[in-house]
């Protein structure tokens, strides 16, 4: 388990090493010069000296890369040249959005699709699971930016709830129940696309479960249905869920973006494409950081329970 443990660790290291660098090297794809991109077309060639230099552009590469390292593991991610903040406080004060976002979405999905995925392996191809096939596979068709747009057209302003329209965000600290509405649709529109997936996952290993001689002898013995799914079935039938999890809650990073972007939701999704519209290029390089090593811990943390599921992976 240590052993295991620590070669996960190491690969960590490595990826957030390699992300650091994409991530540093983002701003110097810019076509022609940083500093003049930044400064923008009216500006003197003195302003765009001073920033030039200012940037830090006028030194070697290498050493560019381990100064903006260096202030990255102190917590500084540099300064917005549009918004004269922080990056590291404008990302602090997004993220929260996001993380809740995620929670909420995956709440419902789980909530949804173990029970539905349960009751549907009892009967391969009976009517529930021809139906739930169904219409998992028309929800997976639709796009997440379409699936918003009609519960806002029906929910917000066809039904007329109160905190469900574009800006129409309440943080949580001014009002609970507020925020929760407010982020309703966001969480429900993601939670669509994880409960087809998680649903036809679990679907699936729960058949293959099912079948094993230890559920026969669980059966023979009297236990009841539902005390074979719960204690001896989910458990085996749960590792290929949590891997998909782990892999589906990372892409939610991103795939969440143009959600929050359509509701006006100031989380990391809507504060990048600002971003890039301002070309606020030391924001971006930020959120890009963030978010991909956000997605490489989660990976890692699912990798973690994972083992603790099924020991015999760390064996192997």
Known sequence: MLKYVTRRLLMLIGIVFVISIGSFYLIHLLPGNPATVIAGVGATPEYTAKLYKLLGLNRPIYEQYFIWMGNVLHGNLGTSFISQTSVTSVIGAAL????????????????????????????????????????????????????????????SIKLGVPHTGPSSYVSLGTDWVANLESL????????????????????????????????????????????????????????????????NIGGLLASGF????????????????????????????????????GVVLINFTFDFIINIVDPRISRE
């Open 96 to 155: 929260p959005i996001d993380v809740e976002i995620i929670v909420l979405s995956q709440i419902i999905a789980f909530a949804t699709a173990i029970p539905m995925a349960m009751r549907s392996s009892r009967r391969p191809d009976g009517p529930l699971d021809r139906v739930l096939g169904a219409s998992s596979f028309t929800l997976l068709s639709i796009p997440p930016f379409v699936v918003i747009v009609m519960l806002v057209l029906l929910i």
């Open 184 to 247: 309703a649709l966001p969480a429900f529109t993601l939670a669509i696309g994880s409960f087809v997936v998680y649903y036809r996952v679990l679907r699936s290993d729960l058949i293959a479960t099912l079948q094993e001689e230890f559920i026969t002898l669980a059966r023979s013995k009297g236990i009841s249905q539902r005390r074979i799914m719960w204690r001896h079935a989910f458990r085996p039938s749960s590792v290929a869920l949590l891997g998909t999890a782990g892999v």
């Open 258 to 293: 143009i959600v929050q972007y359509l509701l006006a939701i100031p989380g990391l999704g809507y504060t990048l494409i600002t971003a890039i519209f301002n070309s606020d290029y030391l924001l971006v390089q930020g959120i890009v950081f963030v978010v991909s090593v």
